[in-house]
């Protein structure tokens, strides 16, 4: 027999323990190993306290409705739960299925529920040791201020001042202390850049001359507010824009004009100038990117996703663009890296960032040279068929055209305010209204009618079945000659 070292040193402790437990001393320490049998544990273990604790874990006291607006478009309608007055946790509110338009159209429960993640952690910040529940000043503005605002020849603060900023330790004020530098640092601002002078200053900065003349030497128009995203305005700090009106009383003294000649700050608008969001976007399509349109996913075949991380940035309507996807549809994502919504796609695209305006072109070119478009959707729906003066290279306008010409009333979806005539307070009015000096700048606008062969003049009203209606037939193609009222003859090619 082969007997190794590790063999025989496991025979020979098995054999000692065999010993040892055969003692009485050492068998009895061991008694306690003898199991018990219990029939029934909750008869046996009389304290049963703990279920209590188990059982009432998502027991609340109180609970109630809120907005999560934390400064995205979602706004979800969600509620917290109160135990021991301490909100203990969120949850979606599942209300959305309730609501119906005035006409009585209910929604659907495929919008519940309406939560992410984020709102459903949102409980941690609030009561988190980070969050910070008092005024908080750099430090090197801080010394900014308490030096007297110096600035250089050109009107900048000297460098040293700006710094640090992402480097410096944040110093905890007063709120009145936050108020008082709040005021005194837009006092400053506003008399830095007024007159003739603060003009200068601006300029030798390199500011554009237009952005300069258009501050009118009031130094205040320097400063910008802006009210936040709309249930967040609405709830709490669109009463800045209250504040650059109210800015013209400074402006009156500090350049001592009447109060007809003052001017506010400057209020920038939550689309335009919010930098997360596509200016461009209303200016083509006529419409807004709002989160509610996220659900046409749900009546799409072809989705393309461009310009927006659906599954990060949009988590509430997340489920649209997937569901879209079991139904059949096919989802091309564009995107500068592989982001969350790639794994979502039947086709990924990466490309460089800024090269997409390029891209869109290039496709823009294949699907007109290829005919890969509805010519019935272009003509009735787009603006394509308008008329472009090949001598300006602008819209041909019926004032070009036609001598006297005054622009057309407008009915569909519109309100044109007359001269003097105040519009009604914003929660009346039907429809999005217009000063008529706006509306005649719009003018209307000139296609050309394949079936008389000749220029005809249709305004924003005119499209889908208006088009079939007034009995033409815009051209998409081709190039014409039409007369202006001065008696030129100017080629024109729809855009």
Known sequence: MDLGRRSFLKIGLGGLGGVLLASNGFAEMFTFFDPVDVENPLAFYPNRGWEKVFKDLWRYDSEFSFLCAPNDTHNCLLKAHVKNNVVVRLAPSFGYSKASDLDGNQASCRWEPRCCQKGLALVRRVYGDRRIKYPVIREGFSNWIKDGFPRDKNGKPPSKYLQGRGKEAFIKISWQEAFDIAARTLENIAKEYSGEEGKRKLLEQGYDPLMVEATGGAGVQTLKFRGGMPALGATRIFAQYRLANALALL?????????????????????????????????????????????????????????????????????????????????????????????????????????????????????????????????????????????????????????????????????????????????????????????????????????RKEPVIITRDDYGNQIDKKGISPALEGKFLVSTKDGKEVEVIPV
């Open 251 to 451: 402006d009156s003294k500090i350049r001592n004009v009447e109060p007809d000649e003052a001017k506010g700050a400057r209020g920038w608008d939550n689309y335009t100038w919010h930098t997360d969001l596509p200016p461009g976007h209303p200016m083509v399509t006529g419409q807004q990117t709002v989160d509610w349109d996220l659900v046409c996913a749900d009546h799409s075949k072809n989705i393309v996703v461009w310009g927006m991380n659906w599954i990060t940035t949009k988590m509430p309507d997340s489920h649209w663009l997937t569901e879209s996807r079991l139904k059949g549809a096919k989802v091309t994502v564009i995107a500068c890296e592989y982001s969350a919504t790639c794994n979502k796609a039947d086709n990924v695209l990466i490309v460089r960032p800024g090269t997409t305006p390029a891209l869109a072109l290039g496709f823009s070119y294949v699907i007109i040279k290829e005919g890969l478009y509805d010519p019935s959707y272009l003509k009735k729906y787009t603006d394509l068929p308008l008329l472009v003066r090949m001598d300006t290279l602008k819209l041909l306008k019926p004032e070009d055209i036609q001598e006297g010409y005054k622009p057309q009333e407008l009915k569909n979806y519109i309100g044109v305010l007359k001269e003097g005539e105040k519009p009604l307070p914003p929660l009346k009015q039907a429809t999005p209204v217009v000063p008529e000096n706006i509306r005649n700048e719009w003018s209307d606008f000139v296609v050309w009618d394949e079936k």
